[in-house]
């Protein structure tokens, strides 16, 4: 499967944005799905995931929780990532992954994921 991450931009605080991952080439369902993300200077942080074959086992750093939903569109083989509520802090070069036989406990681990998009840059100005 191959991924193409799209749909970042530059938005104020407060805003909103949606992330879109599309794959081609395998059933993107059957695939654990990631959203990573890394700031300038900083280590790449885990930001959502999605379980396999699901559109219910979604889990969240912190920071994100209660802003950011993770979905699944399987008829479309993509994966979204809706953003509200954005803060300057959540300026960062967003990466989608994929991974085809990752499990639950391994979604927030990048290392785990066997297939990256490259990165849509997210900027959030205050």
């Known amino acids: 499967v191959q991924l193409q991450a799209f749909g970042g931009g530059l938005v104020q605080a407060g805003g909103s944005l949606k992330l879109s991952c599309a794959a081609s080439?395998?059933?993107?369902?059957?695939?654990?799905v990631g959203w990573f993300r890394q700031a300038p200077g900083k280590e790449r942080e885990f930001v959502a995931a999605i379980n396999r074959w699901s559109n219910s086992g979604t889990y969240y750093v912190d920071s994100v929780k209660g802003r950011f939903t993770i979905s699944r569109d399987s008829a479309k083989n993509t994966v979204y990532l809706q953003m509200n509520s954005l803060k300057p802090e959540d300026t960062a070069v967003y990466y989608c992954?994929?991974?085809?036989?990752?499990?639950?406990?391994?979604?927030?681990?990048?290392?785990?994921?066997?297939?990256w998009g490259r990165g849509t840059q997210v900027t959030v100005s205050s």
């Open positions: 080439g395998g059933t993107f369902s059957s695939y654990g």
């Open positions: 992954a994929a991974g085809a036989r990752i499990i639950t406990s391994s979604l927030t681990s990048a290392d785990r994921y066997d297939v």
